[in-house]
Nanobody, 126 residues
Framework: QVQLVESGGGLAQAGDSLRLSCAASGRTFNSAVMGMGWFRQAPGKGRELVASITWISTYTYYADSVQGRFTISRDNAKNILYLQMNSLKSEDTAVYYC?????????????????WGQGTQVTVSS
């Protein structure tokens, strides 16, 4: 089993920065390679991929809406995934979810991921 726990969300003003963290644990996670990603879901909308990163951080992907503002990174020694969010906008308001995939690669669909965190709320006021 894999447990993913997000933290770092909260209330911010437009232009501010926040850093989300996702702590991963579990025997399965410790013994397998995992591609990981951050998704978000705004009120009344579907869940969308924000960014993803492969097992050894070789490749990253960003949604057009966050390109140049957000940075995804991971520390495999500590089993932590990060999302640095700069220049926040009101449209970044959403619940952010950490996801893991049993593969060294990543995917762009929800169904590509095997494990999910509970989510952390990010609210950006303009």
């Amino acid at each position: 089993q894999v447990q993913l726990v997000e933290s770092g969300g909260g209330l911010a003003q437009a232009g501010d920065s926040l850093r989300l963290s996702c702590a991963a644990s579990g025997r399965t996670f410790n013994s397998a390679v995992m591609g990981m990603g951050w998704f978000r879901q705004a009120p009344g909308k579907g869940r969308e991929l924000v960014a993803s990163i492969t097992w050894i951080s070789t490749y990253t992907y960003y949604a057009d809406s966050v390109q140049g503002r957000f940075t995804i990174s991971r520390d495999n020694a500590k089993n932590i995934l990060y999302l640095q969010m700069n220049s926040l906008k009101s449209e970044d308001t959403a619940v952010y979810y950490c996801a893991a995939r049993r593969s060294w690669t990543t995917g762009r669909r929800e169904s590509d991921y095997d494990y999910w965190g509970q989510g952390t709320q990010v609210t950006v006021s303009s």
